[in-house]
Structures are given as C-alpha cells and as structure tokens.
C-alpha cells in the first residue's frame, strides 16, 4: 500500500489491492512528465510505423498519403482527451478496464482491458520479427535476415531482454526509452532534411517531384473507400500514445501529468509523420519501381530502401544508412518494451480488481513491479510469435493488419465511457462539454466506423491480405477480419469462464459507476 505522500512502501509480495494511483504497490512519483512522453511516443514505434505502413498508404491514397498521414491524428487526439478527462478522475493503470466499467459495468470493462490485452500480443510478433532482420541487416547477415529460424530466435531474444527490462524497474525502461527516442527523432529529421535538400538540389534522383498544395487536399483522394482505407491504415502509425497513461499510477501527479504527456504525444507525431512523408514522397515519388513509395517490393518497408539512396553507401553516408536501421531497429526493439509495459498493467490492474486470477496483481519486493502479469505478457507474445511464425508467414502477416481492429474497439470504447460517465456534468460548463462529451464522443463514433467498415467491409474480403478462410456461415472470408474478430470471441468467452470459476468482479464491481452529480466529477 502507499503512503500518505504517494510513494509506494515495499510489497510483502502478496497480490495488490486498490483502486487509486499508488495504491496497488508500484513505485510511484517515478515518471516525470519529459519521462511520460518519452514513452508515450517510443510505444508509436514511429521509424518502425512509417517503415511498415507509408507504402501501403500510398498505394492506397498516391499522392495524398501526407494529408492522409496527419488525418489519423484527428481520431487520436480526440481520444487522447478522453483518455485525459478520465485519468483526471481514476488515476488507475487498468486504464480502459476500469473506466469501461465504471461507465458501462463490469462485462464492458472486462472486455476493453482484453482488447488491449490481445492487440499488444499481436503486436509483439511483429515488432520481434522487426528487430530480429533488422539486427542482422545492421551487421550486414543479410542471409541471416531472410532465414526464419534465425529470425525467430533473435526476435524472442529480443522479447525476453525486454521483458527483464521492464521486471526491473520502470525507471530503468524509461531511462532507455529517452536515450533511443533522442536517437529516433533526430535520425528521421535528418532523413527528411537531408530528402527535401536532394529533391529540390541540382541533381535530383528521377523520381523526385516537387511538393504541392494538392497533396494536402483530402478531396483529392481517388474515392471515399480509399479515403476511409487510408485513414485506417495510417491510425495504426498513431496507436501506442496510452502507454504513457497505463503508466499513471507510477507518475508524478499522477491525475494530471499522464494525460497531457497523452495529448503533447499525439500533437508531437502529427508534426514527425507530416515532415517524413512529405519528404519521402518529394524525393521518392509515388512511382511502383524502384524506390518509389507504391513499389509494392518496398511497402513492408520503404525506409531502408531509401536510406541508401538519400545518403549513399559510401563514406559518411554509409554510417547514416546503417544509423537509419539502427533506428528502426532501436524504434521496434522499444515498441516491444512499451508494449509489455501497458499490457502487465492492465492485467496487473484487472487481477487486482479481482477480475482475472490474483496472481497477476503481485508485485516484486525490491523493484516495485507487476511480476506474474510482466513475465505473464513476455511468455505469452513468445507463445504467440513462435505459433504463428511456425503455422505460416501468411496468418501472421494478416494477424498484424488484425490489430486495427483491437485499436479501434479499446480507444472507440474509451471514447464512448468518457462522454457516458460525464453525462450529467456535461452542461457544468463550456470546457466540460467540448473536453468531456463532445470530443471523445466524435472520437468514439469515427473508430466505431473504422472498426465496421474494416471488419466487415474491407478486411473481410477474400482478397484482402494473405489469407482467407471458409466460414460455414458467412462463406469465404478474410483471415484480418477472421482473426481480429476470433480474438474478441476469444476475449467473451475467456470473460464467461472467469466470471463463472471467480465472479465477484462482475458481481461486485469495486468502481463507482457514474459521475451522478457534478461534485463527483473534477
């Protein structure tokens, strides 16, 4: 338990009990507000985002992908305010868990922290394959890199240094997540000032083209399908911001430092995002051969194809390439531990509510951290990982698409508990019904959109991605939407068996459920 002045006591190694920020025996006051942002903006994963994502933007939207690229942020910093307003009330690292169920009940709650739950596993697949090529690519095993086994095994390698980082102290993980975000941002404006200097220098590439005011025209896009595809794709180079509130009860002013370290991360990749695929689009063009963005050999991951054309192989610019993959090496190798960081806290914050087993609320004597939920969350994405990577590269590909789909539904339901839960404090006063009901219910509608156009528009036709699976009901469908969907099944069903074996969360919920007079809402 905490002290009176909100640092944590020692635990006694017994599950955690409590609702409030410090009160379930993490270490608090440990996280600064440049800290907070830090890791909100390392969880983005941004070199690694706009490597995996900008092709397929581009291929979807041409010309427009930067005004495509900073509309995702629309949604996102709506969300980031509902994210704010209710940390402001219930400091609590369950985040969505908690405040799901203290607008919606219980069973709405238990399904929030389990989309978070099963969105972050899926992500860590990808972000371990991601840093186990690019570790060899760094040390030119190029063969290394293409192998599967190798890669597997280096991507679980680099699962399990990440997660004892994150067992050891969340001082220590946030230490590093500045060092390699430092590192991060200053090789991307490097790559975009040195892109703009080559585009419009005296021997520009051929593919280079001027940047004009039509690129920054949404009207522009071909069609209202591509448009909303775009949209989708480029919200996933956004996601990952709320790390920095899971973290709440472990930050210095805990009801307000987190949500503005939400809300200046959101702001801060808005400005990144729009100045590297500005630049990459001037220098590459949207061409489909050679480094043009829409090459569809390139749009897994177009950064390392233009590092060598931006800075060259030789000399200097040789350093700066393999500095550029350093980058998006150290950008998912950082995802992966701001990702097992929200994801052990959630469930930390669940068993400590007592709506999963208890053992996941204990906390290390010595350094203050979820130990069951933190090793939990590392042997399960290596379960994962190596599942997938074993069945096929296929069903592992469309499961990465699949975590738009978790996105959406834990941060559209966030939205919709926000403006629930204040309801009846929304005409107190201007700021409160713009902060507390109007954005985060704009915010909640355009996800719940992106999450029905997606799954059963989009990503559940056959043709989508690189799977597809004959349903005996709905006939042949997509494997993303076979997949995103089958993981919230999965999560209901999951939900029933605990409600069933330990039930007293969904019977006796131990959150207040509404803010039922304005005096109950800051």
């Not at 992500?123 to 190029?142: C, E, K, S, W």
């Not at 709320?242 to 009801?255: G, I, L, P, Y």
């Not at 999963?356 to 590392?378: D, K, N």
Request: with cysteine.
């Amino acid at each position: 338990m905490s002290s009176p002045s909100g640092n944590a006591a020692p635990s006694t190694g017994a599950p955690a009990t409590g609702s409030g920020a410090g009160e379930k025996g993490l270490k608090g006051n440990a996280l600064g507000l440049f800290s907070s942002v830090a890791i909100g903006l390392a969880s983005t994963a941004p070199a690694y985002s706009l490597a995996a994502t900008l092709g397929l933007i581009v291929v979807g939207v041409g010309l427009q992908a930067p005004i495509i690229t900073m509309m995702a942020f629309i949604p996102m910093l709506l969300i980031a305010y509902a994210y704010k307003e209710l940390n402001a009330s219930d400091p609590d690292c369950g985040t969505t868990f908690v405040w799901g169920a203290r607008a919606f009940g219980p069973r709405t709650g238990w399904m929030g922290g389990w989309g978070i739950v099963f969105a972050d596993i899926i992500v860590m697949a990808n972000l371990a394959q991601i840093a186990g090529i690019y570790g060899f690519r760094l040390f030119g095993l190029d063969s290394l890199a293409e192998n599967t086994t190798w890669t597997t095994l280096a991507g679980v390698a680099w699962i399990v240094v990440m997660t004892l980082i994150c067992y050891i102290g969340i001082e220590i993980s946030a230490a590093l997540q500045r060092w390699l975000l430092c590192i991060e941002v200053a090789v991307l404006i490097l790559f975009s000032v040195t892109a703009l200097v080559k585009a419009y220098g005296s021997n520009p590439p051929e593919t280079a083209i001027h940047i004009d005011a039509s690129w920054f025209n949404p009207f522009n896009v071909p069609s209202a399908s591509a448009l909303t595809s775009g949209i989708l794709a480029a919200v996933f180079i956004y996601w990952g911001w709320d790390t920095a509130v899971s973290v709440n009860e472990e930050t210095a002013d805990s009801a307000r430092t987190p949500g503005r370290a939400a809300v200046i991360s959101t702001v801060l990749l808005l400005l990144i995002y729009g100045l590297v695929s500005t630049s990459a689009q001037a220098f590459a063009g949207v061409g489909t051969e050679g480094i043009g963005l829409a090459n569809p050999d390139n749009e897994g991951d177009v950064l390392s194809g233009l590092g060598d054309a931006i800075f060259g192989t030789t000399g200097f610019g040789w350093f700066l390439n393999k500095l550029l993959i350093f980058m998006v090496l150290t950008s998912s190798a950082a995802s992966t531990q701001t990702t097992i960081l929200p994801t052990a806290r959630t469930t930390f914050s669940m068993a400590a509510h007592k709506a999963i087993p208890s053992q996941f609320a204990r906390v290390h004597r010595r350094f203050l951290t979820p130990t069951w939920s933190t090793l939990g969350m590392g042997l399960a994405s290596i379960a994962f990982y190596v599942l997938l990577t074993a069945i096929s590269g296929n069903v592992l590909t469309d499961s990465i698409a699949s975590v738009g789909l978790g996105i959406a539904f834990y941060y559209g339901l966030t939205g919709f508990a926000c403006l629930w839960y204040y309801r009846r404090v929304l005409t107190r006063s201007v700021r409160d019904f713009v902060f507390k009901g109007l954005l985060p219910g704009l915010g909640g509608l355009s996800l719940l959109y992106f999450f029905c156009y997606g799954a059963f528009d989009v990503y559940a036709d056959p043709e989508y991605g690189a799977t597809s699976i004959d349903l005996p009901i709905f006939g042949e469908t997509g494997g993303v939407t076979v997949i995103g969907i089958g993981a919230l099944v999965i999560g209901f069903v999951l939900m029933l068996i605990q409600w069933a074996v330990q039930g007293s969360w969904f019977r006796y919920p131990d959150v207040p459920k509404t803010a039922a007079d304005p005096a109950d809402a800051p």
